[in-house]
């Protein structure tokens, strides 16, 4: 099978992931065509001229080995459709290595490609919000409950109290009571 292997990385790795997948290809006993590679760390215009310049090769692949689904290029569903598409057009199928998805194998493959391509760009869409937001000095996640109002959610949890009540009553999520609870019990759970 005539192969053409897609990674996003940075360069600085020395291809180690393409090297990796060229002798993953090889294994299987498929020729590859060529290999091509993006830079994640570069945006806006030259952002995906890796995957450009490999969708230009279609006509001589059967196939595209790609590293992971987050390696794809897009960011919602509808980019991956467009994905398939096209390579629907040139009869070219699509294998995820990491996943090891092969759209070859019929819908069940499709379907595990979208929920596998939901789920690794809504992490990457996280992680960069939350990387944005810790640059500019913003706090992320919960806020801490205040030692005054810890020991008041100790004491009615002592007392008998459930972890909603008891949330209700501080303002506390009931998280950040199940958590409190967890520490008083972890001393008790040590001595024995």
């Not at 192969?3 to 600085?12: A, D, H, K, N, P």
């Not at 692949?61 to 390579?87: E, Y």
Request: glycine share 8%.
């Amino acid at each position: 099978m005539r192969t053409l292997i897609y990674v996003r990385q940075s360069f600085g790795q020395n291809g180690t992931e393409a090297e990796l997948l060229r002798k993953a290809v090889e294994n299987r006993g498929d020729t590859i065509i060529a290999c091509f590679a993006d830079d994640p760390s570069i945006l806006g215009k030259g952002k995906n001229a890796g995957w450009r310049a490999m969708v230009t090769h279609l006509e001589q692949a059967d196939q595209i080995v790609v590293g992971c689904v987050a390696d794809l290029p897009g960011k919602i569903v509808a980019d991956l459709f467009k994905i398939l598409a096209t390579l629907r057009d040139h009869h070219v199928g699509l294998f995820l290595h990491q996943e090891c998805i092969n759209l070859e194998d019929g819908a069940a493959a499709i379907l595990d490609l979208i929920g596998v391509y939901r789920a690794a760009k809504l992490s990457r869409a996280i992680r960069d919000g939350q990387a944005k937001a810790l640059a500019q000095g913003r706090k992320t996640g919960r806020p801490a409950v205040p030692p005054l109002i810890q020991a008041q959610i100790r004491a009615a949890l002592a007392g008998g109290a459930g972890v909603r009540p008891t949330a209700r009553r501080y303002a506390v999520s009931p998280a950040s009571v199940v958590n409190i609870r967890r520490a008083m019990l972890e001393p008790l759970a040590l001595a024995a």
